[in-house]
C-alpha cells in the first residue's frame, strides 16, 4: 500500500513540472523575436525492426497412424508380340594361300656339277595326300692333293621317291617308294708313297638302296584315347663289290593317359640278312622298353627300362638300359632344368657304316656298339617369345666304340686310302650349347657348339673324332623377294693313326657357305649357292681332302 502512495506521489510531482516548465517557456517568448532559416531539406528514417524468428509450435500427445488396406484383383494379360527370326551369323574363312602342285629346279656350277629337281603332288584335301619326288646332284671336277696333284674325284647322287597319305576319321596311313644311288670313287691316297713302286689305281664305288616303308598312326585330338604308332620297312642295299644286305623292321609305341600318370611303351625288331661275301651270320635286334610318366603343372618325371636282345655271329646277348626323365620348370619356361638316364645298343649295319664313311674298305663288319649308361642335365628355356637356349653336359660309358683308322697293307696297288675300323670302352664327355634367335618372322638365328673329351682304355688316341663341334646358321627373308642364308661350320683338331701306330695330328675345318634366292613371282625364282668361301682344302676323312671354293647358279619354276 505504502508503495502504491509513494509511486502516485512521483507521477503528481512530475505533471507540476512540466506544467511549471511550459509557462516558463511562453513567458520566454513573449520577451525574444528571433528568426529561424532552415538550411537543408527534413530527411525522415525509419530505425531497423527486430522480427522475431521462433515459429509457433503445437505439442500434440495424441498420433494416430493410418491403417490402408489393398485388395488386388487378378486378371490375366495376353500381349501379342510378333518374334521375328534372325539369321545365323556367317563366319567367313579366311583365304587360303595358292599352292603350287610342284616345281622343276636346275642349276650348273664349277667342277662340272649339275643338279635337276623334279617334284609333284596332289592338290590340297582333307582325305588324301600324294607325290613324287626325284632329285640328280653331280660333279664331275678334279680335286688336288696334298702334293698339289689334282685327281679326277666325280660324285653323283639320285634319289626318287613316291608317297602317299589316307587321311581317316582318327588315324593316318602313310606309305613310301624310295630309290637312292650315290657312285663316286676312291681318289685319295696317301702322296708319300713312291709312285714307282707302287700302282695307283682308284676304283669305283656305288651304293644302290631300294627301300618300302609304311607307317599307321592315331591322330585322337585329346588325351583320354589310346595313342599308337605302327610302322614297318624293308630296305634293299648293295654296293659294287656285291656285297648285299637285305633288312626288315617293324615297331610299334602305345601310350594312354589316366588319371595322374601316362604309361606306354615300344616294341621294335631288326632284322638283317647279309650275303655270303658280307657275313656267314643274320644279325637280329629285339628291343622293348615299357615306362610310366608323371606330370604336373610344372614338372615331368618318366622312369622305365629297356630291354635289348643282340642276336648277332658271336651269340645272344641281353642288354637292360635304365629310362629316366625329370624337369621342372622353375621360372615359368625361363628356367627348366632337367636330367636324363638312358642307354641303347647302337645297330651298326653295313648300311649304317657306309653311309657315315663311304671309303670303307668294302664288306666291312663292324660290331654293335653298347652305350651301357648315359647321364645328362642341363638346363633350357626361353628368354623371350623370340630366344631359346638350351644347355647341357653328359657322361656315358661305352663298350666297343669304334674308331675308322686308314689300312696299312702292304701290296703294290695298296695306297691306304680305305678305312677300317678299331675298337674300344671309353668314358665320353660332351658339353653342348643352342642358342635360336628370330628377333622378327624374316630373321632366324642358330648357334650350337660341342665339345667333346674321350678317356680311352686301350687306344691311343679317339682317331679322327674332333674335340670340337660348331655351326652357325642365320637367314634373312627381305620381302618375300629376296632370301638370303649363310652357314658356318667348324670342327676342331682330330688324330690319325699312321703306318708305324704312331699318330698324327691334323687341323681342324672350317666352311663357310652363302645362298641367295631372288623370286621374280610366286612362280619363277633364281638362286646362287658359294659353298666353301674359304677355299679351305680339309679332310673330313684322312687322304680325301674336299673341293675348294665352289658355286652353283640356277632356276626354279614352279606349277
Known sequence: MKIKLHRISLIAIAIICFLLSNAFVYSQDDKLTKEVQVVRPYEPSISDAFKINQMPQVEDTIRITPIFSYNLVLRPTTIDFPVNPIPSARMVAEPLTKVYRGYLKAGFGNYSSPLAEAYFSSSRSKDYSYGVFLQHNSSFGRVKLDNDE???????????SVFGKKIFEKSVLAGEVGFKHFGYNFYGYDTIIDPNTTTINQPDQMQRAINISGLFHSIHSDSIHLNYKLSAGFTSFADKFSMEQNTFNISANADKFFKIER??????FTHHMYSPELDSVNNAIFSLSPWIGLFGKEWRVRAGVSFTLDANRTGSNAYFYPVGQLSYDIVSHYVIPYVQFSGYLENNSYSKILSENPWVEPGLNVWNTNHKYIMLGGVKGNFSPRIAYNVCASFSLVD??????????VGESYLENRFGVVYDNIQHKRFMGELTIAPTSKIKLFFQAEFNAYTMQDL???????????????????QDKILLSAAFYAEGKRYIQTANNSFVEIDGLMDLNLSAEYRYNSRVSAFLDLNNITGNRYHVWYLYPVQQFNMRLGLTYAF
Open 150 to 160: 689334282k685327281v679326277d674325284a666325280p660324285h653323283s647322287l639320285t634319289n626318287v
Open 263 to 268: 604309361v606306354g611303351g615300344d616294341i621294335s
Open 400 to 409: 666297343s666304340m669304334y674308331f675308322y683308322v686308314n689300312k696299312f697293307e
Open 460 to 478: 691311343e688316341k679317339p682317331w679322327h673324332k674332333p674335340d670340337y663341334i660348331g655351326r652357325a646358321i642365320a637367314s634373312y627373308n627381305i
